[in-house]
Nanobody
Framework: QVQLTESGGGLVQGGGSLRLSCAAS????????MGWFRQAPGKERECVAS???????VYADSVKGRFTISRDNTKNTVYLQMNSLKPEETAVYYC??????????????WGQGTQVTVSS
């Protein structure tokens, strides 16, 4: 069992940056592939970035070059650095964990989500 707690969301102007964090409970965090998803109102949830237990990363085309996913297995934490944010990226961002491959990530566990609002 893994519990995931996101933090770092908020309101930012277009072109700005935010860093999301996701703290995981449990002693087996390093075994999990991790990912960040987002869901905007009226849209399907989509994976924006994932990272394997060894640190290999995959990004959605829409965020390549602007978002960076990373993990610190000593702190049981995964991060999402988001730069050059766009208003259309306003969404609830979710952290997810999977014992399967990092791509495509099929989560076994979800966080509660954190709201990111990008103003124009």
């Amino acid at each position: 069992q893994v519990q995931l707690t996101e933090s770092g969301g908020g309101l930012v102007q277009g072109g700005g940056s935010l860093r999301l964090s996701c703290a995981a409970s449990g002693r087996t965090f390093s075994r999990y592939a991790m990912g960040w998803f987002r869901q905007a109102p009226g849209k399907e949830r989509e994976c924006v970035a994932s990272i394997s237990w060894s640190g290999s990363t995959v990004y959605a085309d829409s965020v390549k070059g602007r978002f960076t996913i990373s993990r610190d297995n000593t702190k049981n934490t995964v991060y999402l650095q988001m730069n050059s944010l766009k208003p259309e990226e306003t969404a609830v961002y979710y952290c997810a964990a999977s014992l399967g491959p990092s791509y495509p990530l099929k989560p076994d566990y979800w966080g509660q989500g954190t709201q990111v609002t990008v103003s124009s």
